[in-house]
T-cell receptor, first 116, second 113 residues
Framework: EAGVVQSPRYKIIEKKQPVAFWCNPI?????LYWYLQNLGQGPELLIR????????DSQLPKDRFSAERLKGVDSTLKIQPAELGDSAVYLC??????????????FGPGTRLTVL | AQSVTQPDIHITVSEGASLELRCNYS??????LFWYVQSPGQGLQLLLK??????LVQGIKGFEAEFKRSQSSFNLRKPSVHWSDAAEYFC???????????FGTGTRLQVFP
């Protein structure tokens, strides 16, 4: 069974340019997470989807970040415009999303973004 | 405030030696605790979890962890480290449904032959 797929794996852009990351979760997983992992830090949740609904986006910097999961399957995270401080690894994770139950999160390999 | 502290940024051990990675947490509700491993270029993989019951939990790859409520700790151990264990290890705390995991800053493990 395929795991969480993310692309691209690496991206280098100049500041003020837009960038987008794509995530395809494990088949059948209803919940999808986007995390930000700065160098030397643990992952921090940016946004969580249950199916196509963003149920927790409190940590998403909405002035420049946006995300969508239109059909409740794959998802795109966008930054426009990118800033130097956005250089980090962007992780996607998914889980079954069974309510009131333990749901193990499965992580993708991440997209490493470098903003010059 | 909810937080996880991993006091050791970098640990180096010889292959075959024992290992203990420290984790302390602060969490207002009943803590559910997790250890993840991240190898270079890989996503995070769950090693083990603690919800309740026996405070010593066994995980994959020969790892175990002990929950000590009095010390707010959940340290990860392995009796004999293999070179393939070199990776970054993250402790996390969160609710039962894991929707709001809070990760520590990680401990990088280096293994010498």
């Amino acid at each position: 069974e395929a795991g969480v797929v993310q692309s691209p794996r690496y991206k280098i852009i100049e500041k003020k340019q837009p960038v987008a990351f794509w995530c395809n979760p494990i088949s059948g997983h209803n919940t999808l997470y986007w995390y930000l992992q700065n160098l030397g830090q643990g992952p921090e949740l940016l946004i969580r989807y249950e199916n196509e609904e963003a149920v927790d986006d409190s940590q998403l910097p909405k002035d420049r970040f946006s995300a969508e999961r239109l059909k409740g399957v794959d998802s795109t995270l966008k930054i426009q415009p990118a800033e130097l401080g956005d250089s980090a690894v962007y992780l996607c994770a998914s889980s079954l999303g069974v309510r009131s139950s333990y749901n193990e999160q499965f992580f993708g390999p991440g997209t490493r973004l470098t903003v010059l | 405030a909810q937080s996880v502290t991993q006091p050791d940024i970098h640990i180096t051990v010889s292959e075959g030696a024992s290992l203990e990675l420290r984790c302390n947490y602060s969490y207002g509700a009943t803590p559910y605790l997790f250890w993840y491993v991240q190898s270079p270029g890989q996503g995070l993989q769950l090693l083990l979890k603690y919800f309740s019951g026996d405070t010593l939990v066994q995980g994959i790859k020969g790892f175990e962890a002990e929950f000590k409520r009095s010390q707010s700790s959940f340290n990860l151990r392995k009796p004999s480290v293999h070179w393939s264990d070199a990776a970054e290890y993250f402790c996390a705390v969160g609710p039962y449904n894991t929707d709001k995991l809070i990760f520590g800053t990680g401990t990088r493990l280096q293994v010498f032959p």
